[in-house]
Each structure stands twice: as C-alpha cells, then as structure tokens.
C-alpha cells in the first residue's frame, strides 16, 4: 500500500509502528549544464520542502535506519557521489547519515553500468532500424533487471519494523514485496517542477531517436 504525503498532517505513530516501511521521495534530475536560474529556485524549493515533510514522517515513523538511492555506492562515497551528481539530495542524505543512519548499497553496479551504457547508445542518431531494435531491446532487458537488483536488496537490507528512505526517479517501475508499506512524498512544487523539466526536454530533444530507415 502506498500513502502520498503532500499537505496533510504527519500520520499518528501508533497507526504504522508494526512491519516494514519506506519513505518514498522523487529524485529529480536537471539537464547538463542547465543555468536556468527559476528552475534551479524551483529545485531549492522542492528539496526544502521533501527535507521537512520527509523529517515529520520520520518523527511519526520511529527514525529512517536506512537510505536507498539510485546511480551511488554505499557509505562516505555514495555520499560523495551525491554532491557530484547534483541532484538536490546531498543535504538530506548528509544529514541523515551524521545521525546514524545507513547509505545502504543499493544498484547492482556492474547491472547499473550496463544499462546507462544501452541507455547512451539509445541517445545516438542510429541509421538501422535492426540496430536500434536490439539495443532498445537491450535497455529494456537490462532496465528490468536492474528494477529486480534494487527491489531485491531493499527487501533483505530492510528489516522488520524499521524504516527506510528511498530516492528514485518517479518512471522507475520497481516493486516491493506486499508487507513493506510506502509513504509516497508529494511537495507542492513537484508538479510545477516537473511540468517544466519536461517543457524543457521537449524542447531540447531531436524530433525523434529513431532511425528514419535502413539506408546507409
């Protein structure tokens, strides 16, 4: 069961003290480069509020034990692969690790590799529709298995009663096992940030990443 979190108030502690639990919050990733100065507001605020409402669930919940996230290693350098990145989650990541909590190793990396690798290659003007088709093909093949990599070590990692915190792309497609209970976190600016991000890959991206056709 998924619980979205936007504008209510925290949950009572005594409702979901049992079984295990995840706080879900959307990773959202900026364009290379972007210096689009109301966009870079709109992320400042998105993570100020995910960081507030993402500290009241954990007040209510009994305390994050564990933090999952996407494209990074476990401990210091997951951390530091973090600031790297750019994506906003730095802070509550560092803050919640300087308190005790666990950067848990989340990807499979060598299956991480893989697929950002096919996804690279999707990237590229191809010229052969028989190309393009085996490498999708690939993506897919690989994407699945990298969504059972992660489900599968949140579901041994995570133990019974604790908490964890997942950050993951919204179009991530994983599932939990049926007793791990998700509260889904909603800011109020996530869909203004979101409507904008992809008014700006509209605009960005080539008419099309297919092959027109086979000729050479």
């Not at 209510?8 to 364009?31: S, W």
């Not at 906003?88 to 690798?117: C, K, N, P, Q, Y």
């Not at 008014?199 to 991206?205: F, M, N, Q, S, Y």
Request: charged share 25%.
């Amino acid at each position: 069961m998924t619980e979205t979190i936007g504008k209510i108030e925290k949950p009572e502690a005594a409702d979901f003290k049992l079984g295990r639990k995840l706080i879900y919050v959307p990773l959202i990733f900026l364009p290379p480069d972007d210096d689009d100065a109301e966009l870079s507001l709109l992320v400042k605020q998105y993570w100020a509020e995910a960081i507030e409402q993402v500290s009241k669930l954990a007040n209510s919940l009994g305390g994050i034990k564990r933090i999952y996230h996407e494209l990074v290693p476990a401990g210091a350098e997951g951390l530091a692969a973090i600031a790297d990145i750019g994506i906003g989650s730095h802070d509550l990541v560092r803050a919640l690790i300087e308190s005790g909590t666990t950067l848990e190793e989340t990807e499979d990396m060598e299956i991480l590799t893989e697929f950002l690798d096919w996804g690279h290659c999707l990237s590229l003007r191809l010229g052969s529709s028989k190309v393009f088709g085996e490498v999708y093909d690939n993506y897919t093949k690989t994407q699945q298995q990298r969504n059972e990599a992660i489900s599968q070590r949140i579901t041994t990692s995570l133990q019974n009663d604790e908490l964890g915190l997942v950050l993951l792309r919204e179009e991530h497609h994983i599932q939990y096992p049926s007793d791990i209970q998700v509260f889904y976190v909603a800011p109020p600016t996530l869909d203004t940030l979101a409507r904008c991000l992809r008014d700006r890959l509209a605009k960005d991206l080539p008419e099309t990443t297919a092959p027109a056709n086979d000729t050479p």
